[in-house]
């Protein structure tokens, strides 16, 4: 969600500040503003829209001072207007803002009491009024902060600056991440490490609950109860070029042609000849009864898939949710239950409030994230990294085949410690995962194809993707990538449901994407593929040779992949969904890497 960088420097700060939001504009925004104290002054600039806004009106209105904090903005209380962006001002302090102020009306209407008024809609202000009010009340710029932390109810992440202070902020975590940057007489903080990777690679992840009291000499961190803590402090090599396109035209498609690379790099981290190692303490799947997965988006999806590989190669019962729902149904948690919670940050709120909800209930707590630092991945007894490296692109692309590699592996693992596959059948299947990389190359080459079907695609309004088994998680896939760059209107079906209603929706002006390689289901999918083209419905067929060769050529257009066991084949078909959304979001001229609306992490309700 938002972006918080801060930085106590030994230059002017502005330029850098700015750079910084830069690399944090992947985690989506709508206006973007900086502040900094200049000679004890302090001052702001906001502007709405890209970043590219902000800077031209430092251009034209620079802003100076070798002390600042900047910020950009995801909506959420109050239009994205300037007036609406941060950072919020209320006299000597200013205040950037991740979360959601949840009393922030009884705390504006106490503040109204004591002649304190708001300026904007947002609650993210009335964190600047009360520090104000604080301040007015005597209390010194470090005390008024941590007063005003002590009032809030909700998710934040905080950094505090003041006028005549230019050799401090106050920096806050509760459920949104912050991380402080140590350098030499110079301190940073920002909202993950990708921000603060050129300043530094000294990094110091505040836990739930902490503050920290930031000088040029370094922190001083306390927790909720106002103890002084100590924190690790964690070396974080960050290559500026993993955040660099490396001359593909948008993250996306650089992330997209990463998934051979990445998913090889995967496979050596996890596999020694046929056995999978896991990190410590491990799982021992003989003593699980049943899996419960949680997660949202993509990493929904994600466990949509792993549920067939669990309960077919396993035989482990498996329930899948979707976190917001399963954090407030409050479900039993019985004894034999394993939690595995996948996120791509590992800071999804709903999927962290979940886990805790989990923990002392479930016999064990596993993560399968791609930030190892992450909330998620520190509050779980088991954490899986997936080594896809930085992902930028809001619509994940290689973090979901990274998620199903490693949910596969497990599964594997599952079913050699229940003795539901023998050692030939697991070599067998480890020895189709490790050709997967050369099978995405090779996949690779058929974008032509998929970039002639997405062009079709891009002119309709509402477009049905199908598949059956494990085709099926893949349909909901390839809806929703193309529904979050390209705008169109889709809905994923399994294919059984088509004529218990869908159906209805079909006619020329509707295209469909099936899923169906020749699998055990193949012919049943084709079936009902013949439904929708004696409707008039234009049929997208992604498939396999033989599939091809079996459905004829009476689709709108084929495309056809690499053969790959069915097992696998929800990686393989991954590709395919990618890369429509990705070819009809270029052709409708979306912005693909940061689509309206969107956030990477989710960090707020």
Not at 49 to 63: I, R, T
Request: aromatic fraction near 6%.
């Amino acid at each position: 969600m938002c972006g918080i960088v801060g930085i106590l420097g030994q230059h002017e700060v502005a330029p850098s500040l700015v750079e910084a939001l830069r690399r944090l504009e992947y985690r989506g925004y709508d206006s973007a503003g900086i502040a900094t104290v200049n000679n004890g002054r302090l001052d702001r600039r906001r502007a709405v829209g890209k970043l590219v806004n902000l800077s031209d009106l430092l251009v034209h209105n620079p802003l100076a001072g070798k002390s600042g904090i900047g910020h950009t903005r995801w909506a959420t209380h109050g239009a994205p207007t300037e007036v609406n962006a941060h950072p919020h001002r209320s006299g000597p302090v200013a205040v950037v803002h991740n979360g959601i102020i949840e009393n922030y009306k009884a705390l504006r209407a106490e503040l109204a009491g004591a002649g304190i008024e708001p300026e904007t809609e947002t609650d993210t202000e009335t964190v600047a009024l009360l520090a104000r009010h604080y301040l007015g009340q005597g209390l010194a710029p470090v005390q008024a902060a941590m007063a005003t932390v002590d009032r809030l109810e909700g998710a934040f992440a905080l950094v505090f600056l003041f006028d005549g202070e230019s050799d401090l902020m106050v920096a806050a975590r509760k459920g949104s991440p912050l991380a402080i940057g140590w350098g030499a007489d110079e301190m940073f903080v920002g909202s993950d490490a990708i921000a603060l990777a050129p300043l530094t690679g000294q990094i110091t992840y505040l836990e739930e609950g902490d503050r920290a009291v930031i000088t040029r000499k370094g922190a001083v961190i306390y927790d909720e109860s106002g103890t002084e803590v100590m924190r690790e402090v964690t070396s974080v090599q960050m290559d500026a070029a993993r955040v660099d396109k490396a001359g593909h035209k948008h993250f996306m498609a650089k992330e997209i042609a990463e998934q051979p690379v990445v998913l090889a790099n995967a496979l050596s981290a996890y596999l020694s000849g046929d056995s999978l190692i896991l990190p410590e303490p491990g799982l021992d799947f003989t003593k699980v009864e049943r899996l419960v997965m949680v997660a949202c988006g993509t990493a929904y999806y994600a466990c949509l898939t792993a549920k067939y590989w669990f309960e077919r190669l396993a035989r482990l019962p498996v329930e899948v949710d979707i976190a917001s729902e399963f954090r407030y149904r409050e479900p039993p948690v019985t004894k034999g239950t394993v939690a595995l919670f996948v996120s791509q940050s590992g800071e999804t709120a709903d999927t962290l409030a979940a886990l805790r909800y989990c923990a002392g209930k479930a016999d064990t707590i596993v993560s399968v994230v791609n930030v190892e630092t992450s909330s998620i991945a520190r509050e779980s007894d088991l954490a899986l990294p997936i080594h896809a490296g930085v992902e930028i692109g809001v619509a994940s692309t290689k973090a979901f085949t990274c998620q199903l590699n490693v949910l596969f592996l497990l599964a594997l693992e599952a079913a050699r410690v229940r003795g539901t596959l023998d050692a030939h059948e697991i070599a067998q299947l480890i020895g189709s995962l490790r050709a997967m990389p050369g099978l995405f190359n090779a996949a690779l080459a058929v974008d032509p194809a998929l970039d002639q079907a997405a062009r079709k695609i891009a002119p309709a309004r509402d477009v049905l993707f199908l598949g059956r088994g494990y085709m099926y998680p893949l349909a909901l896939e390839g809806a929703l990538k193309l529904k979050e760059i390209s705008y169109i209107h889709a809905e994923a079906y399994a294919s059984g449901e088509l004529k218990h209603g869908p159906i209805a929706l079909i006619d020329k002006d509707v295209p469909v994407v099936v899923f169906a390689p020749k699998d055990s289901l193949f012919d049943k999918t084709v079936s009902n593929m013949q439904e929708v083209m004696a409707r008039g419905g234009k049929v997208v067929l992604v498939t396999d040779a033989a599939g091809a060769a079996s459905a004829g050529a009476d689709a709108w257009q084929t495309v056809v992949l690499p053969t790959v066991d069915e097992r696998l084949a929800p990686l393989l078909y991954a590709l395919p969904a990618q890369l429509i959304a990705y070819h009809a979001a270029v052709a409708k001229g979306t912005d693909v890497d940061q689509p309206r609306n969107l956030a990477k992490s989710v960090t707020v309700e």
